[in-house]
């Protein structure tokens, strides 16, 4: 860890599937050396994912405009939505960094320094991964470590919808309440603004000596895959309704 | 260099770990760095990688199972004792043991993605200048090695119980199925189909270049969108030219196969008693609903599909869109059309008032594993038949990828559910509420037919609408069948509008 400039940016909504392909990609430029550590940070559309192995029964229920899918991580359902911040450290542990827990403790480290800058007080719970304000849950943690380098991450409650969570048992908790920034009073409750101060506070806890733009390599990247993805769907007739047009809330009203 | 694999000691603080997944199994040869299985310990999950070379001969711990640090978890043998020397290319090993690991990471991926996945790969060793790939020591592989790889590659192709049953699409292409009927591939076309696909290996490695095979330019372009290789698909055009028809036959012989396996309704156990998943409660409680509050009446007629089928065949041959246009796509166009003159089919009995929608939105019921779901076209009334047949492919494309917004799924104001791909004579179905209408569209068989007071053998479709009495009449019903049939027994006059 010499010159140590981490690459953080917030990219907006992209595509759970999208996003995957991005970390993907950049593990393996990161592990060839080609990009240096990476902070993304942006919110996924409305969708809920289930780690290998987790039971079906975590998804109480299907909401229309929800999308479902299994990705390969342990864990149970999640739901990750608009208004909450996504961050994908895609970053090489060297030496003493090379510790599962440790990092997973610095994780949580830096979403509570980012919240109580937001004048939300949360903490750790022993034994449970994740950021609690009490007995709510604000941020969910879930990492993958590949030839040492990090991908998933960690989603904090910025001011998304909170109903979704009760179609789902959230990491296999029943019952598990969950909160906001927003619902906590929190200042500037906005996933932009958030994504700042958490870039800060990663900095700081990883001992990188600056927090530079995201690499130009990563935007690059990112526009290659969503327009592959957008071209896996093809285009769709002027006029008719997009994708993301249903990020309304109402789907919720219209539930059967 | 026989050894023992033991649960690594990923933290200070891990005390034990569990077996997400084993990345090889018995058998398989390993080679220094490669993936063996994933570890999870807390919230985070690793990828364990050998140390040494060698064949695995047992593994001890199994998957979803936890075991303490240190633990053995999997037994590995030396490379030399086992296997004879093969003079293989190392390249495959390489290949066989990573496909599985990247496909493996989200499990409804569109076919497309999964298909492009070689290319892909490709693409990112140029990138890395192949540092990310380890150098392999030797060629040495057991005898058997190959067939046991592909097997290896085969099984992590059955997603199917790991699919989110819920929003996994299985009808993926309804549309595409009454040429089954017509035509049904040969058994042997369809098993060669997921192999062309998921044979990343041997063919790979002595592929020629795209531009060496002989392919249209509409072909080549089909082909690269939908990211396949030329050199899975069998050449028909002229000198063992590629034509685009080719490209989209190939594509509809993997979409057939993924729905022969995934079409298949959830097993039951006799005996057993299940709960319901919450999509069976919600079409329990819908149906219900339908068929308790609307009185449902049902006309039938039979369709001359004749037209129809050399309509369809001759837009294939001609290539002039980029899409297929499947029967399903004729038969909603014409349906567009007969509704615009019965706007009464295209309405809502609400409040004891009947609303006569602005749009014509048609639903398509797309069978799934454990029920459907009814993606809307929007407008139908102003799109033509190509832009149907975009519309359409997108949204069961994506039925398949496992997902619909909710502008996707609602606003339906007409339903079609075509069972053709099962070879149904004939069927009614239940209104979707609050809808007035559902049109149930069977298969297109070969029938005996008085033509001119001649008896014939032609094309026919028997089509049967379901009507909520409160809305229309059966004379209503009875004429937009006579609209219908106008327009799908004289197909030319769907491409004029």
């Known amino acids: 860890m010499t010159s140590m400039v981490l690459s953080a940016g917030f990219v907006g ?13 950049l593990l393996d430029l990161r592990f060839a050396d080609a990009v240096s550590d990476t902070l993304l940070l ?9 780690g290998r192995g987790a039971s079906e029964d975590g998804i109480l229920e299907v909401l229309p405009g929800v999308s479902v899918y299994r990705v390969s991580r ?21 030496g003493q960094a090379r510790d599962v827990h440790a990092y997973l403790r610095s994780l949580e480290r830096v979403i509570i320094g980012a919240l109580q800058d937001h004048s939300v007080q949360a903490q750790r719970r022993a034994g449970l991964t994740g950021v609690w304000v009490g007995e709510r849950k604000i941020a969910s943690i879930g990492v993958g470590i590949r030839r040492w380098i990090t991908m998933h991450g960690f989603a904090v409650n910025v001011s998304n919808d909170l109903r979704f969570f009760s179609s789902i048992v959230p990491c296999g908790i029943s019952g598990c309440p969950m909160t906001s920034v927003a619902a906590e009073g929190g200042r500037a409750a906005l996933t932009e603004p958030f994504s700042l101060t958490v870039s800060a506070h990663f900095a700081r806890a990883f001992g990188y000596d600056a927090v530079g733009p995201l690499d130009a390599t990563v935007r690059r990247l990112l526009e290659e895959e969503s327009s592959r993805a957008w071209q896996a769907t093809a285009a769709m007739p002027p006029g008719a309704s997009s994708t993301r047009a249903a990020a309304d809330p109402k789907g919720m009203a219209r539930r059967p | 260099m026989a050894g023992e694999i033991t649960m690594p000691k990923l933290s200070d603080t891990m005390e034990e ?6 990345l090889k199994r018995p058998g398989d040869v390993v080679h220094r760095g490669d993936a063996l299985a994933e570890v999870e310990t807390d919230k985070a999950d690793m990828v364990l990688e050998s140390f040494e070379d060698g064949v ?43 496909a599985p690991l990247r496909r493996e990471r989200l499990s409804l991926v569109e076919p497309a993605r999964v298909a492009r996945e070689p290319s892909e790969r490709g693409e990112q060793e140029a990138v890395n200048g192949g540092a990310m790939t380890k150098p392999i020591a030797g060629g040495e592989f057991p005898a058997d090695y190959e067939p046991e790889a592909e097997a290896a590659i085969e099984s992590e192709h059955e997603p199917e119980e790991e699919r989110v049953r819920v929003h996994a699409a299985l009808g993926a292409r309804p549309s595409a199925m009454p040429s089954v009927i017509i035509a049904p591939p040969p058994e042997q076309e369809e098993t060669s189909a997921p192999k062309a696909r998921i044979e990343p290996t041997e063919e790979k490695a002595e592929a020629k270049p795209a531009h060496r095979y002989k392919a249209s330019p ?58 319901m998943s919450k999509m069976r409660q919600t079409i329990a409680q819908r149906m219900a609903a339908s068929k308790r509050e609307i009185p449902h009446f049902y006309v039938t007629a039979e369709i001359d599909m004749e037209e129809a089928v050399r309509l369809k065949e001759s837009l294939e041959a001609a290539e002039l869109f980029d899409e297929d246009i499947t029967y399903n796509d004729i038969v909603v166009k014409a349906c567009a059309l007969a509704l615009l003159r019965y706007p009464r089919l295209n309405a809502s009995y609400e409040n004891s008032g009947l609303t006569i929608h602005p749009d014509v939105n048609i639903g398509i019921a797309v069978a799934i594993e454990d029920g459907l779901v009814v993606p809307v076209l929007r407008e139908c009334q102003r799109l033509s038949l190509p832009e149907i047949a975009r519309a359409a492919h997108r ?75 409160r809305i229309v009449d059966g004379v209503v019903a009875g004429r937009f069948l006579q609209e219908l049939k106008r327009f799908l027994e004289n197909p030319a006059s769907l491409l004029l509008q």
């Open chain 2, 56 to 98: 695995i001969t047992e593994i001890k711990l199994q998957e979803g199972e936890s075991a303490a640090v240190g633990t053995v978890i999997a037994l590995l043998a030396p490379v030399g004792q086992t296997v004879e020397k093969a003079t293989q290319p190392s390249a495959p090993a390489e290949e066989a043991a990573e």
């Open chain 2, 17 to 22: 770990g569990k077996i997400l997944h084993w």
């Open chain 1, 74 to 94: 342990g864990g149970q359902a999640t739901y990750h939505g608009p208004g909450q911040l996504i961050g994908y450290p895609i970053i090489k542990l060297e």
């Open chain 1, 13 to 25: 909504l992209v595509d759970y599937p999208v996003a995957l392909a991005l970390q993907e990609r």
């Open chain 2, 218 to 275: 509409l072909a080549r372009r089909a082909a690269e969108e939908a990211g396949i290789d030329l050199a899975h698909v069998r050449p028909t055009g002229p000198d063992g030219r590629i034509t685009k028809r080719d490209v989209d036959k190939f594509l509809r012989e993997q979409q057939l196969f993924r729905q022969r396996r995934l079409v298949a309704p959830r097993e039951g156990t006799f005996g057993s008693h299940e709960e």
């Open chain 1, 42 to 50: 942006l919110e996924h559309p409305h969708v809920f994912t289930l």
């Open chain 2, 395 to 469: 949204l069961v494309a994506k039925a398949s990828q496992g997902g619909f917004t909710t502008a996707e799924l609602s606003g339906g104001t007409f339903t079609i559910s075509n069972m053709g791909m099962l070879g149904v004579e004939h069927f009614a179905a239940v209104i979707n509420p609050p809808q007035a209408a559902i049109l149930a569209v069977s298969a297109i068989k070969e029938r005996p037919l008085v033509r001119k007071g001649q008896i014939v053998i032609g094309k026919t479709m028997m089509v049967t609408i379901s009507c909520d009495h």
